[in-house]
Each structure stands twice: as C-alpha cells, then as structure tokens.
C-alpha cells in the first residue's frame, strides 16, 4: 500500500511536542520507518509548510519531502477533481476545491490516503476513494 498522507494527519503529528495517541499518527510513523511508501503532493506541502508547524519542524519536514515521490495534478486532473466536487456536493456532501484535488490525486494514483479530515470520509461513500482505516483493535481515547 502507498499512502499519501494528508495534511491533518501531518499536522497532529508535528504541530505539538508530542503527539496525539490517534491511529493515524502511528500509521504516519510506522510509514515513515520503512513500513510502507509515502508520497507527497505538492499542495499539502504548501498546506502543512505554510503553517501549520512550528518553524523548529519545517526543515526537517522539508527535508523528508525531499525525498519521497512527488505526485503532481495534470490538467486532467483538475477537470476530474471539479467533477468529483460536484458529485458529492451533488448528495450533499462539502468537498473543497484543495480536498477536491486530493481525492483526485490518490485515485489517479491508486494511493491511500490517510487523513483524519471527515469531509474525506463522506465523500468516500460517492467516489472511489481508498482511506486508511484503522484496526479495530485500536481505541480511540
């Protein structure tokens, strides 16, 4: 499995000294061990890196994505993230233009997308949207 890890999950992961006891987060550093792949877009870069962590943590954050694959929107892309904006707002469902995007690039790349963001979530029930869920086995506190 290949993730892409949203903004929300990067920042509960690095906004704080320590980070929240969510599932998402330890996928996020189980993932960053080796454990699967991560890639990145450039759009949640600007999203998590234009403040959503302390200055102390955006070296190190860019440097991490320096590394890691980078999965850029073709013009296809955002014609097909304007139609899955509009299928879920068409079953009520809000989905941003920028999470519009996303959804559209983790199923052009057949990626996983690992977020905390609910909006994700609901619009997963209209569109092919592959999400990260957890074990059950893990307790939310």
Not at 10 to 28: G, H, N
Not at 87 to 114: F, M, P
Request: charged share 25%.
């Amino acid at each position: 499995m290949t993730l892409l890890v949203d903004t929300s999950v990067w920042s509960l992961a690095f906004r704080r000294d320590r980070p929240p006891d969510v599932p998402e987060v330890a996928r996020l550093a189980a993932a960053l061990s080796g454990d699967e792949d991560v890639v990145a877009t450039g759009i949640i870069q600007l999203e998590l890196l234009q403040g959503f962590v302390p200055s102390r943590v955006q070296e190190m954050l860019e440097e991490r994505f320096r590394v890691m694959r980078l999965v850029e929107p073709t013009r296809d892309d955002y014609l097909a993230a304007a139609r899955l904006g509009r299928t879920c707002r068409q079953s009520g469902v809000q989905l941003g233009v920028i999470d519009s995007l996303i959804a559209q690039l983790a199923i052009a790349h057949e990626l996983t997308l690992l977020t905390t963001d609910r909006d994700f979530t609901h619009a997963a029930t209209l569109i092919p949207l592959t999400l990260w869920v957890a074990p059950p086995s893990f307790s939310r506190k």
